[in-house]
């Protein structure tokens, strides 16, 4: 019964998107909590396979029109890139979730404080995620500078994605 739930719940939500870009563009601001919300499901729908090809894509993207819009100093940028963290860390990627994860529980201790009711999940997230990593036995001496050098990665366009159609 959940499946058939959460299938449909999917289905209005990917309605929901295509509606939204439709009237106000791919990249407007007004897309990204149907595109939060369709990973979100996607994840729900296939809690088994680390990292559904579709939630990353679509979590990149949000991040990106929300720093656009919002700017990378703002509570909006802060909360997209700490489900970006947890999407890399679900597919295995840990290594690259803890450096955005780090950066996402500052700026709202920043923004917020620390015992407001947003930031000590990511610093309790961020524990864990530290924890999981010593664990594992890897090192997790990274650069937490803001822009360090990474490697670009080649972003899928609105028509690669398929939002969950496919497996």
Sequence with gaps: ??????????????????????KFGPNHINTTDA???LALALASEYPDIPGHPD???LCRRRVE?????????SIEFSDATFLL?????HSGRIEEAVPMLH????????????????????HLTFVCYIDEMEKSGQKYSFDLTRNSKKKPQKRRSKQEISYGQQI
């Design 35 to 37: 595109m939060r919300d």
């Design 85 to 89: 963290a947890q999407i890399l860390e």
């Design 65 to 73: 029109i929300i720093e656009n819009h919002f700017g990378d100093e």
């Design 103 to 122: 950066q996402s529980w500052q700026l709202s201790k920043r923004l917020l404080g620390n015992d407001h009711e947003s930031t000590w999940p990511k």
């Design 55 to 57: 939630m990353e894509p």
């Design 1 to 22: 019964m959940r499946h058939k739930f959460v299938k449909r719940a999917k289905q209005e939500i990917i309605d929901a998107l295509q509606q939204a870009e439709t």
